[in-house]
């Protein structure tokens, strides 16, 4: 499961998933796991969760810890995501855990997989979460170790251990995407689970190739230009677009959209000036330019 030194730390919200990630890293890793709870402050039982899942982790003999967080207003998933890293983070650097381990297995990829199919995403998108990736804004690894499981091996695990998961309600409430396709996806017998996961795995590494080719289009044809950049384009429409969206977050600070990347190729295929942003954007015979807008006098 981590086969490097240090510590692993486990997140652990309570479900059926992560307590079987946890009851797994501590047969595999006994005396190399630490786990952390994030309370979102979201539901009343949440509170009863953590507590529950620190009981456990005291008859294992576990280091656990509560994380609280507050989220403020807007995307909730988004906020919720992002103050749960954060909080894991910090918890991280304070007791020196190596790398983070979470429960995401193949129900949840191919789930992932399907509702992007869905909304109409490029690579990036499809290829869903990655067996390693990055703690998000640290150097921390982090690690999705049960990406070969299913979810009913999952419940096995801790049926047999004779322990009692916390159900989230918002795991059967219709109003959410990802429920519907669960429930859609429990009833086709013929759509193979691990065969989607292992599909959005081959994304992952089409998706990595194209980032290696836009970090070589961008060393060989992104330029200093007066003001801002030049870029004159040489590679194929999946690999400039991550170079445009490339220039636009390095000039303007922000990370662009993807439909917003793609008007900017196509205004600037057809040598029409176009903006993005704060940045405005022209092609000229030397190139496609890219620099801040000019501020509006007030």
């Known amino acids: 499961m981590w086969p490097g030194g240090g510590t692993l730390a486990l997140a652990v919200s309570g479900g059926p998933d992560s307590l079987a990630l946890l009851l797994l890293a501590h047969a595999?890793?006994?005396?190399?796991?630490?786990a952390a709870t994030v309370d979102h402050g979201l539901r009343p039982a949440a509170a009863d969760e953590a507590r529950m899942v620190g009981h456990l982790c005291e008859r294992l003999g576990v280091p656990h810890r509560v994380l609280p967080v507050t989220l403020d207003p807007g995307n909730l998933q988004a906020e919720?995501?992002?103050?749960?890293?954060?909080?894991?983070?910090t918890w991280m650097a304070e007791r020196g855990l190596v790398a983070l381990a979470t429960a995401h297995h193949a129900d949840d990829q191919a789930e992932t997989l399907l509702a992007r199919l869905n909304r109409g995403s490029g690579v990036a998108g499809l290829a869903g979460v990655r067996a390693r990736g990055r703690v998000p804004g640290t150097d921390l690894p982090l690690l999705r170790?049960?990406?070969?499981?299913?979810?009913t091996d999952l419940a096995a695990v801790i049926e047999a251990a004779g322990i009692g998961a916390a159900q989230d309600p918002s795991?059967?409430?219709?109003r959410f995407d990802r429920v519907r396709l669960r429930k859609a996806l429990a009833g086709a017998d013929w759509i193979d689970v691990p065969a989607l996961a292992h599909s959005a795995a081959h994304l992952a590494d089409a998706d990595t190739a194209l980032d290696w080719a836009a970090q070589r289009e961008w060393t060989e044809r992104v330029a200093p230009a007066p003001l801002g950049l030049s870029y004159r384009p040489l590679a194929p429409r999946a690999i400039a677009l991550r170079v445009l969206a490339r220039i636009v977050t390095e000039l303007d600070g922000e990370v662009p959209r993807g439909?917003?990347?793609?008007?900017l190729f196509e205004a600037l295929l057809a040598r029409q000036p176009t903006s993005i942003g704060g940045l405005v954007a022209r092609a000229m015979p030397d190139g496609w330019h890219f620099s801040k807008a000019p501020r509006r006098r007030t």
């Open 145 to 151: 170790p049960l990406l070969g499981w299913r979810r």
């Open 28 to 34: 595999a890793l006994p005396g190399r796991i630490e």
């Open 171 to 174: 795991n059967l409430d219709d």
């Open 80 to 89: 919720a995501r992002a103050a749960r890293y954060a909080a894991l983070a």
């Open 259 to 263: 439909s917003a990347v793609a008007r």
